[in-house]
């Protein structure tokens, strides 16, 4: 961590700074008058707490005291904050590394080019500076070339395989942020970007368009379902998956989602007892595929018996009904395409073209 980063670590965890706490960290008294108005001048906007302006003694403790926290809040800035730092390090560490280390000494199935790099570097200025930029925009293909101008670019987000996108507000004019008018925009796919001097600022809509991303996997947007009136206000569903004991220590061993309970390898008992996961969050195309993905791996540990389950599939889905419906779907076409029986592929092609799928509008 930089010195800014150990001095939040400290008021998070603390809950106050003191004068022990700044040698250690290294910091000089113009840092530290400097890093604490920062902090204190984005509060409302970033932290979910305030700090106080001087040195106070409370309780026989004397530094600067962290008040007004939010508690829920405080435990998702955590594992934010924990990410972010985790991505920053990896980050400069990436880009600092000579190309020959590189290939000799790391094997990734992530492939980061100079080019996203550069983009990464460029807009995560302009995101401190609160400014709006103009981008280029290709599609998939990178046939078509669109130009979004003026926009707000708000957060940066990494997904599961190490792909950045930039999230960020369309509207040219000031206005309330909705998420009709969020976007999202794969790094890699950005062809150029060019800074403007029209300033935005933050305010109580970016809140609540981080807190959005956070309770989803991945940066997909999903449809609004029918019983929910606002996606950025109202609480995300409940999901419940049953998983074999042998999956279950795999899907402890790395979250789908900071959400899931348990996630902690050892919460999960080895008595072959299948064991119910939840997750509190707007399901995307992207959690779905990881449950349908994770659902077909190899479900079976060769060194214990009362651990495999070889005639069984690795995760069951409980609720929500569309989302068990959606998967059973899914493996319906996977048996139709893979199946040598012909007579089994037209039933199972009439059962597919009854279903029409309407629940997908949900993701």
């Known amino acids: 961590m930089n010195k800014k980063e150990k001095l939040i670590d400290c008021l998070i965890n603390n809950r106050v700074l003191t004068d022990k706490d ?32 001087s040195r106070e003694t409370i309780n026989g403790v004397t530094g600067w005291f962290v008040f007004d926290i939010d508690e829920d809040e405080l435990v998702t800035f955590k594992q934010t904050f924990k990410r972010q730092v985790d991505i920053r390090y990896r980050a400069e560490n990436l880009l600092s590394i000579e190309a020959s280390d590189f290939q000799n000494t790391i094997l990734s199935d992530t492939y980061v080019s100079d080019e996203v790099s550069n983009k990464f570097q460029h807009i995560l200025l302009e995101i401190r500076a609160k400014k709006r930029i103009t981008i280029k925009y290709a599609d998939h293909r990178k046939t078509k070339i669109e130009e979004f101008e003026n926009i707000v670019p708000m957060f940066l987000k990494e997904n599961r395989y190490g792909r950045f996108y930039l999230i960020a507000h369309t509207k040219k004019i000031d206005s309330d942020i909705a998420i009709e008018n969020v976007k999202t925009f794969g790094l890699d796919r950005i062809m150029s970007v060019s800074t403007t001097t029209i ?86 195309i992207e ?9 077909n791996l190899l479900n079976q540990d060769v060194g214990n018996d009362n ?41 199972l092609s009439k059962e597919i073209n009854v279903e029409k799928l309407d629940f997908i509008k949900y993701i």
């Open 22 to 53: 700044v040698r250690k960290i290294g910091l000089s008294d113009r840092a530290r008058q400097s890093y604490l108005k920062s902090i204190r001048d984005n509060d409302e906007d970033i932290y979910p707490f305030s700090v106080s302006d």
């Open 199 to 284: 300033p935005f600022t933050y305010d109580e809509s970016f809140k609540k368009i981080k807190k959005f991303f956070e309770n989803l996997v991945g940066t997909h947007i999903p449809n609004k379902p029918q019983e929910v009136n606002d996606l950025l206000t109202d609480e995300p569903p409940m999901i419940k998956v049953q998983v074999t004991n042998f999956q279950a220590k795999y899907m402890a061993s790395m979250p789908l989602h900071h959400s899931q309970e348990p996630k902690m390898v050892n919460e999960i008992e080895e008595n072959g007892k299948d064991v119910v996961f939840t997750f509190k969050l707007w399901p995307t």
């Open 287 to 295: 959690f779905v595929s990881q449950l349908v993905l994770q659902n």
């Open 307 to 347: 651990l495999s389950h070889p005639t069984k599939t690795a995760i069951k889905v409980l609720e929500p009904k569309w989302l068990k419906k959606w998967t059973a779907s899914v493996s319906k076409r996977i048996l139709r395409d893979h199946s040598d029986d012909e007579e089994l592929r037209e039933k």
